[in-house]
């Protein structure tokens, strides 16, 4: 008997670490698709502004499908929507100008979201 109950507080462990992980993974993809709505809406203002109507609508396209993603893996966290409209707020706040000052970081930020979808 006491095998089993160990075998099933293991069971119950293993399952525990698997919801931790998949609940980092979640903040880790919500925490990237912040910084890629923004990136895209950065790139979709750039495109605008030099009249590339084209590109500019790809980009605006692009946005509205991260900001979706951002509200999916919100939602997987357990956030509510004024949380989630807050973190993004803060994410403009942080990622933007960093991204309009430093085209190195704009790169390296639009590579990153490329590779992951979001770009």
């Given at each position: 008997?006491?095998?089993?109950?160990?075998?099933?507080?293991?069971?119950?462990?293993?399952?525990?670490?698997?919801?931790?992980?998949?609940?980092?993974?979640?903040?880790?993809?919500?925490?990237?698709?912040?910084?890629?709505?923004?990136?895209?809406?950065?790139?979709?203002?750039?495109?605008?502004?030099?009249?590339?109507?084209?590109?500019?609508?790809?980009?605006?396209n692009?946005?509205?499908?991260?900001?979706?993603?951002?509200?999916?893996?919100?939602?997987?966290?357990?956030?509510?929507?004024?949380?989630?409209?807050?973190?993004?707020?803060?994410?403009?706040?942080?990622?933007?100008p960093?991204?309009?000052?430093?085209?190195?970081?704009?790169?390296?930020?639009?590579?990153?979201?490329?590779?992951?979808?979001?770009?």
């Amino acid at each position: 008997m006491r095998k089993i109950g160990l075998f099933i507080g293991a069971l119950v462990s293993l399952s525990a670490g698997a919801t931790n992980a998949s609940q980092q993974d979640a903040r880790r993809e919500y925490d990237i698709a912040r910084r890629c709505y923004v990136a895209n809406g950065e790139v979709y203002s750039a495109f605008k502004r030099n009249g590339d109507v084209a590109n500019a609508q790809l980009f605006e396209n692009k946005s509205k499908n991260v900001f979706g993603l951002v509200y999916f893996y919100g939602d997987i966290l357990h956030l509510d929507r004024e949380q989630i409209a807050a973190d993004l707020k803060a994410a403009a706040n942080a990622e933007l100008p960093k991204l309009m000052q430093d085209s190195g970081y704009l790169t390296s930020t639009a590579k990153d979201c490329k590779s992951r979808g979001m770009m």
